[in-house]
């Protein structure tokens, strides 16, 4: 199959590298607002480049992969749509839920299959969690702690059109818990707090928070994330029941080093980035866009679920702002 890659940024580069390696894709076509920054991956990968966003389509895409900014994302995934081709877009869909709607209805009524890029689904330590909990082995949940922490902080530029840290960062353990869990948040309280530099708070965000999930059988969660975790890039779960527990991501390379004397495994360098910590389930992702693409697989990630996890980020901003909790019943409304 030939695919369509549209954002040759960050994200865009390492998983056009990756679709390389994915059997039964033969082409890629790239495009890029930067038209010289498509034409250079595009070179270094030895995949095609188009002059615009109408040129790939032109080229004979038989699927689509969005990876531009956040703020172009609702309006590329309906430009897709219109040309009928399954769609992979990462996450969010959009900067708010007006933009997320739009999509959500039309994608309801089209053959085409729009795929959000909520990675850890693909994870191997949250599936081996989801699969002991409906195992039973953890009996039921009280309490889940769910991690997300950059080790440096992205560009300063990208913060004004990154949505801030729920809707850019924790949106990813929103979904998982949501993912993991089968249930639904409720209500929530969120902080938010600026030790960092000043362009987090210029760009009216804020560098580290916290947030308590309530879920709708009485599951407590909480969720942090921060953009200054000197130690590495830490994603990590603790899922606790009134059996059993277990930890996602505490593995050789998780970046928490122990404060205690005895340790019965190596520790090893920590993980540096979310390419180094999810690599292998991003390819386990596009491998599973390109089933979608074949028409052998279910969409496993829809664009009905974004909007779920980003009702859950746009209550937390809300709480953070307010300093009070947040129903996601009133976000809905
Ligand atoms: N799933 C994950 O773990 C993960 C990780 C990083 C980023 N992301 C998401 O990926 C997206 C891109 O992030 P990034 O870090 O690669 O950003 P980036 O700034 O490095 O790259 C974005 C690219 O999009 C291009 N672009 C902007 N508007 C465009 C348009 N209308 N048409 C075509 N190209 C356009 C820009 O020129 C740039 O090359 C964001 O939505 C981000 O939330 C997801």
Same mark, same amino acid.
């Given at each position: 199959m030939k695919l369509g890659l549209i954002g040759t940024g960050r994200i865009g580069a390492f998983h056009a590298e990756t679709l390389k390696t $994915? #059997?039964? $894709?033969?082409g890629i076509v790239v495009a890029d607002a930067d038209t010289a920054r498509a034409r250079q991956l595009a070179d270094k990968l030895g995949v095609t480049a188009a002059a615009g966003i109408e040129d790939l389509y032109a080229d004979g895409v038989d699927g689509v992969v969005i990876t531009a900014a956040t703020s172009a994302h609702a309006t590329l995934i309906h430009q897709a749509l219109d040309h009928g081709v399954p769609i992979f877009c990462e996450? #969010? $869909? =959009? /900067? &708010?839920v007006p933009g997320t709607l739009s999509v959500v209805e039309r994608a309801a009524h089209s053959p085409a299959p729009v795929q959000i890029g909520f990675q850890r689904r693909f994870d191997a330590g949250y599936n081996a969690t989801r699969d002991a909990l409906r195992a039973g082995? /953890?009996?039921? /949940?009280?309490t889940l702690r769910a991690c997300t922490s950059d080790q440096t902080p992205p560009p300063a530029a990208y913060i004004p059109t990154s949505g801030g840290l729920f809707r850019d960062c924790s949106i990813h353990d929103f979904d998982i818990l949501r993912w993991l869990t089968g249930r639904e948040v409720v209500s929530v309280f969120a902080q938010g707090a600026n030790r960092g530099e000043p362009f987090f708070a210029d760009g009216d965000d804020v560098d580290t928070c916290a947030a308590l999930l309530r879920f709708d059988d009485d599951t407590l969660a909480t969720v942090t994330a921060t953009r200054y975790n000197g130690a590495g890039h830490d994603v990590r779960l603790e899922a606790c029941g009134s059996k059993g527990a277990r930890f996602v991501? /505490? &593995? &050789?390379? =998780?970046p928490m080093p122990t404060a205690e004397a005895r340790l019965s495994w190596q520790q090893s360098t920590p993980y540096a980035t979310f390419m180094e910590r999810f690599h292998d389930a991003y390819v386990t992702e596009l491998t599973a866009f390109t089933e979608v693409v074949a028409g052998? =697989? =279910?969409? #496993?990630? #829809? $664009?009905s679920d974004a909007l779920e996890a980003l009702y859950i980020a746009e209550a937390c901003e809300r709480s953070r702002r307010t300093g009070a909790p947040v129903a996601i019943a009133d976000v809905r409304a």
């Amino acid at each position: 199959m030939k695919l369509g890659l549209i954002g040759t940024g960050r994200i865009g580069a390492f998983h056009a590298e990756t679709l390389k390696t $994915v #059997p039964g $894709v033969q082409g890629i076509v790239v495009a890029d607002a930067d038209t010289a920054r498509a034409r250079q991956l595009a070179d270094k990968l030895g995949v095609t480049a188009a002059a615009g966003i109408e040129d790939l389509y032109a080229d004979g895409v038989d699927g689509v992969v969005i990876t531009a900014a956040t703020s172009a994302h609702a309006t590329l995934i309906h430009q897709a749509l219109d040309h009928g081709v399954p769609i992979f877009c990462e996450k #969010p $869909v =959009a /900067l &708010d839920v007006p933009g997320t709607l739009s999509v959500v209805e039309r994608a309801a009524h089209s053959p085409a299959p729009v795929q959000i890029g909520f990675q850890r689904r693909f994870d191997a330590g949250y599936n081996a969690t989801r699969d002991a909990l409906r195992a039973g082995e /953890l009996g039921w /949940l009280h309490t889940l702690r769910a991690c997300t922490s950059d080790q440096t902080p992205p560009p300063a530029a990208y913060i004004p059109t990154s949505g801030g840290l729920f809707r850019d960062c924790s949106i990813h353990d929103f979904d998982i818990l949501r993912w993991l869990t089968g249930r639904e948040v409720v209500s929530v309280f969120a902080q938010g707090a600026n030790r960092g530099e000043p362009f987090f708070a210029d760009g009216d965000d804020v560098d580290t928070c916290a947030a308590l999930l309530r879920f709708d059988d009485d599951t407590l969660a909480t969720v942090t994330a921060t953009r200054y975790n000197g130690a590495g890039h830490d994603v990590r779960l603790e899922a606790c029941g009134s059996k059993g527990a277990r930890f996602v991501g /505490l &593995d &050789d390379r =998780a970046p928490m080093p122990t404060a205690e004397a005895r340790l019965s495994w190596q520790q090893s360098t920590p993980y540096a980035t979310f390419m180094e910590r999810f690599h292998d389930a991003y390819v386990t992702e596009l491998t599973a866009f390109t089933e979608v693409v074949a028409g052998r =697989a =279910a969409n #496993p990630c #829809p $664009v009905s679920d974004a909007l779920e996890a980003l009702y859950i980020a746009e209550a937390c901003e809300r709480s953070r702002r307010t300093g009070a909790p947040v129903a996601i019943a009133d976000v809905r409304a």
